[in-house]
């Protein structure tokens, strides 16, 4: 078995006993949805959403919570734990690597990210009626391109936070932004044109409209997709700027 | 020292050799050409004061730091463009590196041997060390000297040529102390060389062969424990309570005495042996009767308060 497989599986074993990141990763988001789903009028077609039914727009919302539970809290926190126990350092002396640590936990993240996705909408379709993405594609892709960029502000939170309770904290101060801007308190579309046009400039909010866009069955817009990549790009260069072992 | 004598200066290489290291963060020197070689097979000691060096040698020994100058090889290897090949003949058990706390003894000791090409069974490793019954216990719910066990087997389980173990013992009740002091025994008696770094001297002078003591960043002396005690000027203490008062002046004039003290009647001399023959010439002279009275070999204590001491000798 090589080292990095073996990272990997204890890693998992290691994952499965943090009840707090289990919780928000797979269980808050379709409590939340649930919790839409359960407010009168939001299952009903909607004038002012062009006929669209309100909870419609939460089941991107809440596929994105996943995600940034994930990357902008539990991941920032673990990386962080680790460096500052010197967990890494300890690595750096055998022949593993302490990459193969940082690579376990961007491989779980994103993949606890995704089964909540998946989660979300089984529960949309069975409780609500909401259709399953009419391009999976396009859904797939666009939500792998969400998680890239939330990941790489994952990386930059771990980055610029010295310990474990400042990484905790760098988290939740991005926490709530980011929950808005996908959309969470209100729907982007029910947002003024300018709110609205400034919300699709952030990672989420752009990832939520191209969510809704292939769920809707067409590739989302170029605007969207370009956004996407250039935060991750700029991220990526920042925590690779910042990030240290120790 | 050990298994080298008999070989030929010129093509003895040394397990573990360090020349010239230097290394500075930003304008503090914390290690300036530190030199020492580490022969096969024995237990050599880093002793030195808080703030000595001694951690950052051991981070350049075992890679992890880069140096400003000076040369390092383990077996032959430099840690800087070899460090794969050197993580599996070293050992590191380094200070203030931790675990997953959630990781049990169990997955921690079959997650470190999957790392190495040719590890040694962990079962075994885990009786050894008497980690048998804690297996299932995660490492943060582990006592200090638990700890160290498992940092000790998870050093050891690539069978490495040398085990490095900074201040190992550092946190430890001194019941545990004792015990992993014959496990570090225990480790040498297998065939792993010891680089032990440490700031207690009854460690050092109890475990190693030979001792490097470094002070602000400079090694000072380079010795066994006993060459080092024989090294201070006042290698012998002498002490006892004289049936009358004797006059300081007295004392202090005897050859090679070095410092005289007195409590409650009770007198306390530094010197040499000759001082000692001296202080009883006086006592037999003078009709005193000293009752107490002892002779004893100063400790590595005093030998290192003599060579780190404000003003050491080897300070230039």
Redesign the interface.
């Known amino acids: 078995m090589s080292a990095r497989v073996a990272v990997l599986k204890a890693e998992t074993r290691l994952f499965t006993r943090e009840p707090g990141t289990l919780f928000w990763v797979l269980v808050f988001p379709p409590v939340l949805l649930l919790g839409f789903g359960l407010i009168p009028g939001y299952r009903d077609a909607d004038p002012d959403f062009g006929g669209r039914r309100i909870i419609e727009f939460y089941v991107p919302g809440t596929v994105l919570v996943a995600l940034i539970t994930a990357s902008l809290q539990a991941m920032p926190v673990a990386l962080a734990s680790y460096r500052e126990r010197g967990v890494l350092r300890r690595m750096r002396t055998t022949p593993a690597r302490p990459s193969d640590l940082l690579v376990a936990q961007v491989v779980l993240h994103s993949a606890a990210a995704l089964l909540a996705a998946v989660l979300v909408l089984a529960l949309g379709l069975g409780m609500f009626g909401v259709e399953l993405p009419r391009h999976p594609l396009a859904y797939l892709a666009t939500l792998a391109l969400g998680a890239l960029a939330g990941l790489a502000m994952g990386a930059v939170i771990t980055a610029v936070s010295r310990t474990a309770k400042m990484a905790g904290a760098a988290g939740l101060s991005v926490f709530f932004p980011a929950m808005f801007t996908a959309g969470i308190y209100v729907p982007l579309p029910a947002l003024p044109g300018p709110a609205r046009q400034l919300a699709e400039l952030t990672p989420f909010g752009a990832a939520a409209q191209a969510l809704d866009q292939a769920a809707a069955g067409s590739w989302p817009s170029w605007n969207h997709l370009v956004v996407l990549t250039l935060w991750t790009v700029l991220l990526l260069a920042a925590a690779a700027r910042w990030f240290r072992w120790e | 020292m050990v298994r080298g004598e008999g070989k030929d200066h010129a093509e003895n290489m040394s397990i573990v050799q360090v020349s010239g290291l230097r290394k500075s963060y930003g304008d503090k020197v914390v290690v300036r050409d530190a030199s020492f070689a580490v022969e096969e097979g024995e237990i050599f000691g880093i002793l030195g004061p808080n703030g000595a060096g001694k951690t950052t040698v051991v981070e350049c020994i075992?890679?992890?730091r880069v140096p400003d100058a000076g040369d390092i090889r383990v077996a032959g290897l430099d840690p800087r463009w070899d460090h794969?090949a050197m993580?599996?003949v070293?050992?590191?058990q380094?200070q203030?590196?931790?675990?997953?706390?959630?990781?049990t003894v169990v997955?921690a000791l079959?997650?470190?041997s999957?790392?190495?090409?040719n590890p040694l069974d962990w079962r075994t490793l885990a009786d050894r060390l008497a980690l048998g019954p804690l297996l299932h216990q995660r490492f943060g719910k582990l006592s200090g000297g638990q700890r160290q066990r498992l940092f000790i087997a998870?050093a050891l389980v690539?069978r490495p040529q040398v085990a490095v173990f900074d201040e190992l013992t550092t946190a430890l009740d001194p019941r545990a102390r004792r015990d992993t002091w014959a496990l570090i025994e225990n480790v040498r008696q297998s065939g792993v060389t010891v680089l032990l770094v440490t700031h207690y001297m009854e460690e050092a002078q109890r475990l190693c062969d030979r001792i490097a003591v470094l002070d602000r960043g400079r090694v000072v002396a380079i010795d066994t424990p006993s060459g080092l005690i024989s090294m201070s000027d006042s290698p012998t203490v002498i002490s006892f309570r004289p049936s009358r008062p004797l006059p300081h002046t007295d004392l202090q004039a005897l050859p090679g005495a070095v410092s005289v003290a007195e409590h409650g009647g009770h007198v306390t001399i530094t010197g040499t042996d000759e001082t000692a023959n001296a202080v009883i010439g006086l006592l037999a002279a003078g009709r005193v009767i000293a009752t107490q009275l002892r002779v004893v070999d100063a400790t590595l204590d005093d030998a290192f308060l003599h060579l780190t001491g404000p003003n050491p000798r080897g300070d230039n």
């Open positions: 075992g890679g992890l794969a993580t599996e070293l050992g590191v380094l203030s590196s931790e675990l997953q706390p959630k990781m997955e079959e997650l470190y999957a790392f190495y090409r998870l690539g």
